[in-house]
């Protein structure tokens, strides 16, 4: 409390009643998997754009990732955090040039095609004064050099370069001299550059600029294949950590959803919702096997058991990337699509079913209502054909064996009010444990879920029938009080979806009215 001295009028700011919750985004999605080239640390993406700039295109006959992400953001995401994931024993491709050590964005063979070129940067180019500054060129192609040499496409001489790179960078006037000058040449490259970074991770000043012809960078090696040892990704390093162990830092708290797509390994598949399940906070979109034609035989609860993730069947087909003719792909990037234009137009409270997927024009598979039948009670959620209105998923069940929890709209609720009362009562820690605070924490939730439920996102007409929320003697103990702990029990009734929709018509004859 502030001590007065002297005689005035002194005005005070004090805080009073409950403080707002905000409401954490449900959407944000992390696909784990193998990309064509790109970092290893998870990235984020906002576009398709943004990840064939990153990490490429499509590559290979069994990798779904680019896929996955053109189905998610043509679904209606918004943002996605891609987890490439790399083989044992592979390796980032390097060169030395212009006394700067420099190597690819991430390991692989793919590095070997990046080629790059430092000149005087343009603010003294032409002129007799010392450079300060230098333009660095980066060009890479996806497909081998015809003779083993690539052409110089920043030469201006050059009428024609063919083969055309892939994808060109260009930095000018990074600074050398001043490494406390916002362009010196690692703040300006670190992170903007899609293809290649610094080795060192305190680049030392330049003495003098050494300009190079186009160098190729060598020795990218490619990994084993992958294993559940690379999904895990685990390292003591936190700087070094991939895949799922990744995640699981605090930058990356903002992710939602995780899939894998097209992985159907029975230890991955678990590793992935169990990381769920220990995050509390995610939710995971399992694909099933491909060329399962007798899908009466499928029954994922037999291997895996968990409200937080679903299983859907069968694969789609969609355009091929290079070619254009159809491709078979695994569905779990386009469900997850579709789970956040849901969220994001009705409420992650509304079940995400019953919705057209874009960019897929046929199933692999046809599922009759006879086959759904014995799919649907054991948590596979059918991806079908109906006439006039499109391929749509038409299942919306968790692999729970738990009644409480075996719709997907009502375990993504509850993560997402757990998830944001947890984010938004942090403040309550350490404040003094009595009545007062007790009334400010429970105004403070019921202010939260009036919210959601006039959203519609609970049961009830009212809101002593929609939720309940206990915190007082009630709920703790006086032990509980010594020893620290303040207890807030909260019951929700979430709205449960119109799984079976039964309409009762009989006749009323005029004379059964009067």
Same mark, same amino acid.
């Given at each position: 409390?502030a ?11 004090i805080?009073?009643?409950?403080r ?5 985004a449900t959407?944000?999605?992390?696909f784990?998997g193998?990309?064509?080239r ?6 984020l993406?906002?576009?398709v754009?943004?990840?064939?700039r990153?990490f ?5 006959d069994d990798?779904?990732?680019?896929y996955a992400?053109t189905?998610?953001?043509d679904n209606?995401?918004?943002r ?6 790399v083989?044992?024993?592979a ?6 040039a ?5 190597? *690819?964005?991430?390991?692989g063979?793919?590095?070997n095609r990046?080629?790059?070129?430092l000149?005087k940067g ?5 002129t ?15 497909t081998?050099a ?9 030469d201006?001489?050059?009428n024609r370069?063919?083969?055309?790179p ?7 006037n990074l600074?050398f001299?001043?490494?406390?000058s916002p362009?010196f040449?690692?703040?300006r490259l670190?992170?903007n550059s ?9 680049p ?5 600029l050494q300009?190079t ?15 559940k ?7 003591p390093d ?9 995640l ?14 097209g ?8 590793a992935?919702y169990?990381h ?10 399992i694909?099933?096997k ?9 029954d ?10 679903a ?6 087909y969609v355009s091929?990337?290079?070619?254009g ?9 386009h469900?997850?699509g579709?789970?956040?234009?849901t ?5 992650v409270?509304?079940?995400p079913?019953n919705d ?6 046929d199933l ?6 006879g ?28 692999l729970?064996?738990n ?10 609720l509850?993560?997402?009010?757990e998830?944001s009362?947890?984010?938004a ?7 003094p444990?009595?009545?007062?605070l007790?009334a400010r924490?429970?105004d403070t ?6 919210t959601?439920?006039?959203n519609g ?9 929609a939720?309940?929320?206990?915190c ?8 509980d009080?010594?020893?620290?702990r303040?207890?807030?029990?909260i019951g929700?009734?979430?709205?449960r979806p *119109?799984e ?13 009215q009067?």
């Amino acid at each position: 409390m502030a001590e007065y001295l002297a005689p005035g009028v002194f005005i005070e700011e004090i805080e009073r009643g409950p403080r707002p919750i905000e409401g954490v985004a449900t959407s944000t999605a992390a696909f784990l998997g193998e990309t064509e080239r790109g970092p290893v640390r998870p990235r984020l993406v906002t576009s398709v754009n943004d990840y064939l700039r990153q990490f490429g295109g499509a590559f290979g006959d069994d990798k779904f990732m680019p896929y996955a992400l053109t189905g998610f953001f043509d679904n209606g995401g918004r943002r996605a955090y891609v987890c490439r994931l790399v083989g044992a024993g592979a390796v980032a491709a390097k060169v030395t040039a212009g006394g700067i050590d420099f190597e *690819a964005s991430g390991p692989g063979e793919w590095g070997n095609r990046i080629h790059l070129k430092l000149s005087k940067g343009s603010a003294t180019a032409g002129t007799k004064r010392e450079p300060t500054t230098f333009r660095l060129q980066v060009a890479y192609w996806d497909t081998d050099a015809p003779g083993d040499a690539y052409p110089d496409p920043f030469d201006p001489t050059q009428n024609r370069v063919l083969p055309r790179p892939t994808q060109m960078e260009d930095f000018d006037n990074l600074e050398f001299k001043d490494a406390a000058s916002p362009d010196f040449y690692s703040k300006r490259l670190d992170g903007n550059s899609a293809l290649v970074r610094l080795t060192a991770e305190v680049p030392a000043p330049l003495a003098a600029l050494q300009e190079t012809a186009l160098t190729p960078l060598a020795g990218g090696v490619d990994g084993a294949a992958l294993t559940k040892t690379e999904f895990v990704g685990s390292d003591p390093d936190n700087s070094k950590r991939t895949g799922l162990s990744a995640l699981e830092l605090d930058e990356y708290r903002e992710v939602a959803l995780v899939a894998a797509p097209g992985v159907t390994d029975t230890d991955i598949v678990k590793a992935v919702y169990e990381h769920c399940e220990r995050n509390r906070f995610r939710f995971a979109v399992i694909d099933s096997k491909p060329n399962v034609g007798n899908a009466s035989t499928l029954d994922p609860r037999t291997d895996f058991t968990t409200s937080y993730a679903a299983f859907y069947y069968p694969w789609v087909y969609v355009s091929d990337l290079r070619t254009g003719v159809r491709r078979k792909v695994p569905p779990s990037g386009h469900v997850l699509g579709l789970y956040a234009r849901t969220d994001n137009a009705r409420g992650v409270w509304k079940a995400p079913a019953n919705d057209t997927l874009s960019d897929v024009f046929d199933l692999e598979y046809y599922v009759d209502t006879g086959t759904q039948e014995v799919l649907n009670p054991r948590g596979v959620n059918v991806i079908r054909r109906f006439p006039a209105r499109g391929i749509r998923v038409w299942g919306a069940r968790t692999l729970s064996d738990n009644a409480l929890w075996k719709y997907v709209n009502v375990r993504r609720l509850f993560i997402f009010l757990e998830h944001s009362i947890y984010d938004a009562t942090q403040w309550v820690v350490f404040e003094p444990n009595d009545e007062r605070l007790w009334a400010r924490v429970k105004d403070t939730i019921r202010l939260f879920l009036r919210t959601q439920w006039r959203n519609g996102a609970m049961m009830g007409l009212t809101e002593d029938e929609a939720f309940t929320i206990a915190c007082d003697r009630s709920t703790m103990t006086q032990d509980d009080i010594l020893n620290g702990r303040l207890v807030c029990e909260i019951g929700i009734a979430p709205v449960r979806p *119109a799984e079976f929709v039964v309409f009762r018509i009989f006749q009323n004859t005029a004379e059964a009215q009067s």
